[in-house]
């Protein structure tokens, strides 16, 4: 990632308003935060968050710079309403494009709205059944049927993300909070585990200073729950 950034840097460098290197960066950066690997500075975020206004006013005729863009805003500065409207023309423009809907299905999910979450997600895996991303997609549902509250389905498709992807920790962390949910102090001790040897210092304070501002307060709340009841450290 880190070489990645450097690169489209460099691009920018060229050309200060080329907006497919714009939103990447910001996507770089917010999958380094979902995927713990290292911290995101402040001063990084607010940088992710101008290259997506950027991109989406100078990215007007291009679809995946404006889903990009759009869940750039929606992820780092919780602006869920302007990132679904870019993501929105993104798909207006192309509305075949799977990553796109990938894109409306995380800002639905953000949203608090798990049945349009769902049916972006749903969309996007017909449209891309062997997407290099398709772990995106079934961690997609997961996140959205936890958010339905329909943990055995969250845990059904986060399964599914983890075949593809074993270290793709949101689908880890999802299939955690389901399995809490439910009570399977099994599969929760078996899976916690997992989850803290990719993440030793994930905490439930940590968790909820991370993902504050993207997720509003009774999604957040359900994440903290099944954190709690599955014994993950407080501080």
């Not at 060229?14 to 497919?20: E, H, K, L, Q």
């Not at 302007?82 to 409306?104: C, E, Q, V, Y």
């Not at 608090?112 to 749903?122: G, H, M, S, V």
């Amino acid at each position: 990632m880190s070489e990645a950034i450097a690169l489209l840097k460099r691009a920018l460098a060229i050309d200060p308003f080329y907006a497919p290197a714009a939103v990447l960066i910001g996507w770089c950066w917010g999958f380094q935060r979902v995927q713990d690997w290292g911290p995101v500075s402040a001063e990084e975020v607010a940088e992710a968050v101008r290259l997506a206004r950027l991109a989406i006013e100078h990215g007007k005729g291009d679809p995946d710079a404006l889903w990009m863009a759009g869940n750039t805003l929606s992820f780092f500065a919780g602006e869920h309403a302007s990132g679904a409207s870019a993501i929105d023309r993104a798909l207006a423009l192309n509305p075949n494009s799977a990553h796109a809907w990938m894109g409306k299905g995380l800002v639905s999910y953000r949203q608090n709205l798990p049945e349009d979450a769902i049916e972006a997600f749903e969309r996007a895996v017909r449209l891309s059944p062997l997407d290099p991303l398709a772990y995106f997609f079934t961690c997609g549902l997961a996140l959205a049927h936890v958010v339905a509250r329909r943990y055995e389905k969250a845990i059904e498709w986060a399964t599914r993300s983890l075949r593809d992807a074993p270290h793709f920790e949101s689908a880890l962390r999802n299939k955690v909070v389901a399995c809490a949910h439910l009570g399977l102090v099994k599969e929760v001790n078996s899976e916690i585990a997992r989850l803290l040897e990719l993440q030793p210092d994930l905490t439930v304070a940590r968790f909820t200073a991370r993902y504050a501002v993207t997720l509003p307060p009774e999604v957040l709340d359900i994440y903290v729950e099944g954190y709690r009841k599955a014994g993950l450290p407080e501080e």
